[in-house]
């Protein structure tokens, strides 16, 4: 086996341009204050936030890819989950008080369908373009000359906004669904409160009657543990003043020290040399993958390219940081310069993720051993016959077949698999193969969590920061298995009644 012509090296080399691309997107100041109010309307009003964090996915997986939307948008929306602990005791506190719910309330339960619809609308959003995805990434080496880039985008749009309305509203009933379900309530039948529930009332009660005095003698004792040269509002291991609690014995309220975040903020910035510079560079890349100047691997590498140099020359001329926060002192010293870009390129290599980048090389390895038994091609003209993509029964054996196939090895693997067998076809039929194979290997990536990197990406990353919210197997099938079956029924007959009418417009034509 010549394993330098089974791997795709443009498709290794173009996701990670965009992963370098991500990196410097999500830390521009513009896109930490719009996920800043996503976040926002996520705590405030649920059904809004989940709306909003589905369609960014859609909206910006197209370019950015599904796999690194994922990636970049799971620790966000933890983030927003993070400060129930924090905010339970006064959600207690409000729904006694009022003695009912007033609106919705986001549950830490929540975290799982926000997830879910995080994932399916990365994959079904990256079905528009061939910059969305490792398998669209494969589709356009040979389909770019028949299906040009604007062509394939007018091919999927109707379909992918259609499954995307349809599995998100589905995932949203599901979710709504799950909070009607039987549960504790703080209140029994009878409205009384429960004995708990009373003696924590009464606790507080109390405690609202002590007066100052009896809050300095306990901070009096307290402070018996600590040396006399050391102030109690001093941090004993970091040496300073502790700014989560309040100042005592001043007639101010005792207020406990929050627990640090399960997830940090992340405060750093990349600094654009001048006002939405890495914006700009990003829209123009956008818009030239439509005109086709050069093959879209080479214009996400010289966009990734430009848009490092144009940070680190442009800012240095400036004697700015190209990684800093908002409390950044200008003009930086020559050593500061030099500091803060090795800091850079250390980050936006560190964002560049390598195990991603070993599996996708591993199953191209594993794709062209198997592509060299002869079963793929047996199995396809078994399938679409002496007339293959001309006929009903051969779209929907194939459509099946690649539904099937790519939960057990994954749909860049199938289009590997597939791609020998299409490149054969004439043009209009290679046209229509391409566009169906392509959609039903996209969206049918939410048929199960095998389906697609993406989903597999979103799981592990959330069992790694917050276990509480994982995704697994059955939790994913039960709720995108049929939704997902039904989208890629409805979009093949679309792209199908697309094709026909775009055929019949060349033959008037």
């Known amino acids: 086996m010549n394993l330098e012509a089974a791997v795709d090296f443009d498709v290794l080399v173009l996701l990670a341009a965009i992963m370098a691309i991500n990196f410097i997107i999500v830390h521009q100041k513009e896109t930490k204050t719009l996920i800043d109010y996503v976040q926002t309307q996520v705590q405030q009003t649920p059904k809004k936030g989940f709306w909003l964090v589905s369609f960014a996915a859609f909206i910006v997986s197209p370019f950015l890819t599904n796999d690194g939307v994922c990636l970049l948008f799971v620790e966000p929306i933890l983030n927003a989950f993070e400060s129930l602990n924090r905010a339970e005791d006064t959600s207690i506190k409000a729904v006694i008080e009022e003695g009912e719910s007033t ?8 975290a799982f369908f926000f997830l879910i619809s995080l994932a399916c609308s990365s994959n079904i959003g990256s079905s528009l373009t061939y910059t969305g995805n490792p398998q669209n990434m494969i589709v356009a080496e040979d389909s770019i000359s028949v299906l040009p880039a604007y062509l394939f985008l007018l091919y999927m749009v109707v379909p992918a906004i259609s499954s995307w309305i349809i599995t998100i509203s589905w995932v949203q009933r599901c979710w709504l669904k799950s909070r009607s379900a039987p549960r504790p309530s703080f209140f029994t039948k009878s409205g009384a409160y429960p004995e708990l529930l009373n003696s924590c009332l009464q606790d507080e009660s109390a405690d ?9 003698k306990a901070v009096d004792s307290s402070s018996a543990l600590v040396p006399a040269t050391k102030n109690p509002m001093i941090n004993s291991a970091s040496g300073k003043e502790d700014k989560n609690q309040s100042q005592i014995g001043n007639g101010m309220e005792w207020q406990p020290k929050h627990e640090e975040s399960m997830i940090k903020k992340v405060q750093r910035v990349v600094v654009s040399p001048f006002p939405y510079a890495m914006l700009i560079l990003m829209g123009g890349m956008i818009v030239l993958i439509f005109v086709e100047i050069m093959s879209i691997a080479g214009l ?8 490092v140099v144009v940070l680190v020359l442009g800012n240095h001329w400036r004697g700015l940081p190209i990684l800093g926060t908002d409390g950044v002192q200008a003009p930086l010293t020559a050593e500061e310069k030099i ?33 060299s038994t002869g079963l793929p091609r047996m199995v396809w003209n078994k399938i679409v016959g002496a007339t293959p993509f001309n006929t009903y029964t051969s779209v929907i054996g194939i459509s099946l077949f690649v539904l099937i196939t790519s939960q057990l090895l994954g749909n860049v693997a199938v289009i590997q698999l597939a791609k020998p067998n299409v490149v054969e076809l004439g043009d209009a039929e290679k046209k229509y193969a391409w566009a169906v194979i392509s959609f039903v290997a996209t969206v049918g990536g939410n048929l199960t969590i095998t389906g697609s990197a993406a ?3 979103v799981a592990e990353k959330v069992r790694r920061l917050d276990p509480r919210s994982s995704i697994d197997f059955f939790r994913h099938y039960h709720v995108c ?28 034509w």
């Open 103 to 110: 609106h919705m309330k986001l549950e830490k339960g929540d």
């Open 300 to 307: 996400v590498c010289v966009t990734a390219v430009v848009m």
């Open 481 to 508: 298995f049929w939704i997902t079956l039904a989208c890629c029924m409805l979009g093949g007959v679309i792209i199908t009644g697309i094709v026909m009418a775009d055929a019949g417009l060349d033959e008037t």
């Open 208 to 216: 609202r009657t002590k007066g100052n005095g009896d809050i300095e």
């Open 455 to 457: 989903n597999i990406i």
């Open 339 to 371: 500091a803060n870009t090795n800091e850079f390129f250390e980050e936006l290599f560190d964002s560049i993720d390598y195990s991603l980048l070993m599996i996708f090389l591993g199953t191209f390895v594993v794709v062209e051993n198997v592509d």
